[in-house]
């Protein structure tokens, strides 16, 4: 019974957000890095739906353009939430960064790695958004 319980209060703060990215974005801003080289069609519909996404949650949004080298090492090191590049679920970089789910049939969002609250809400928003 004991067990039971621990693993119930255990549950209750899932999903976990081990550097709090969702709610240091809610008290500060969503810090989105850009590709500085990346088709613009692409870019455009992105950075729309990730300021939609920044929006419905009443998150500032904070944009910084780099090369995609650079934007990774900042996510590496928890100094950006999200970088958007037209990247593919089948990316290189996929050792060293977490992604979302497809928003449409093969483009992802890059995250920091692992499971937290900002990869929840924001898969949660993309269900509702994909790509036409």
């Known amino acids: 019974m004991l067990l039971l319980l621990v693993l119930f209060f255990g549950a209750c703060n899932i999903p976990k957000d081990p550097n709090n990215s ?47 080298t650079e934007l990774v090492k900042k996510l590496e090191n928890y100094q950006l939430d999200i970088v958007l590049g037209g990247f593919e679920k089948k990316s290189n970089w996929k050792t060293k960064v977490g992604m979302t789910k497809p928003y449409d049939d093969n483009h992802v969002l890059f995250i920091p790695r692992g499971e937290n609250r900002l990869l929840y809400q924001l898969e949660k928003f993309l269900d509702k958004n994909q790509k036409p």
């Open 22 to 68: 969702y709610e240091n974005a809610k008290i500060s801003s969503l810090r989105v890095g850009i590709v500085s080289k990346t088709d613009s069609t692409t870019t455009s519909f992105e950075k729309k739906l990730v300021a939609n996404f920044a929006e419905q949650e009443k998150m500032q949004t904070q944009f910084t353009t780099d090369n995609e």
